[in-house]
């Protein structure tokens, strides 16, 4: 069975706090990706990544960063969190050419005071 | 711009009836389509497929109908379970390679016992 991990389920920050999501997969999969769900706006792409050291900016970037220095683990960073960003993040994997069967973890929803 | 539209927000069906979940798209270089189901708390999970080079693609109780000429995809459920309430998201994509999925924004559908 495919796992997808995501560090918490839920996260409270304040403004202007460097917020780190950790997300961890372990099927060997080679993309990563970080969305983030609001009500009303579905799922959004923030930032995906095909391999290690690899990343690539989704439909909305602005404000977050990400790191991969492990093919299993990919990190979303919020360098200052702002009450915009609060938010339920949800990181998937797939493999490289099955981009679209993605398997998702449970998401963290993060609340930004 | 939306590239792919989930344009009910919501959907209530009696228990044992049909369920049909509508999706749209305009990106005509999108070829494969995608039902993601998704519960409260829990990440999105993976329902059924179609490639743009069939026009159905059924499992058990759900079938998925193209029409491309149309840019239109449905989603049908039948018979409609209890356990089937949950936001269902349509995605799609150029190719199962590495191009990210493209989401809609979902559709809650409330199955009525």
């Known amino acids: 069975d495919v796992k997808v991990t995501q560090s918490s389920r839920y996260l409270v920050k304040r403004t202007g706090e460097k917020v780190f999501l950790e997300c961890v997969q372990d099927?060997?999969?080679?993309?990563m990706f970080w969305y983030r769900q609001d009500p009303g706006l579905g799922l959004r792409l923030i930032y995906f990544?095909?391999?290690?050291?690899?990343?690539e900016k989704g439909d909305i970037p602005e404000g977050y960063s990400v790191s991969r220095e492990k093919k299993e683990r990919f990190s979303l960073i919020l360098e200052s969190a702002s009450t915009n960003q609060t938010s339920m993040y949800l990181c998937?994997?797939?493999?490289?050419?099955?981009?679209?069967?993605?398997?998702f973890g449970p998401g963290t929803r993060l609340t930004v005071l | 711009d939306q590239q792919v539209k989930q344009n009910s927000p919501s959907l209530s069906v009696q228990e044992g009836r049909i369920s049909i979940l509508n999706c749209d798209y305009t990106?005509?270089?999108?070829?494969?389509f995608l039902w993601y189901k998704k519960y409260p708390a829990e990440g999105p999970t993976f329902l059924i497929s179609i490639s743009s080079i069939k026009d159905k693609n059924e499992d058990g109780r759900f079938t998925v109908f193209l029409n491309k000429s149309a840019k239109h995809l449905s989603l049908h459920i039948v018979p409609s379970q209890p356990g089937d309430s949950a936001v269902y998201f349509c995605a799609a994509s150029e190719g199962p390679g590495n191009t990210p999925l493209v989401f809609g924004k979902g559709t809650r559908l409330s199955v009525i016992a």
């Open positions: 990544s095909y391999d290690v050291k690899m990343k």
């Open positions: 099927m060997d999969h080679e993309n």
């Open positions: 990106n005509s270089m999108f070829d494969y």
């Open positions: 998937a994997s797939s493999f490289l050419r099955q981009s679209d069967t993605q398997y």
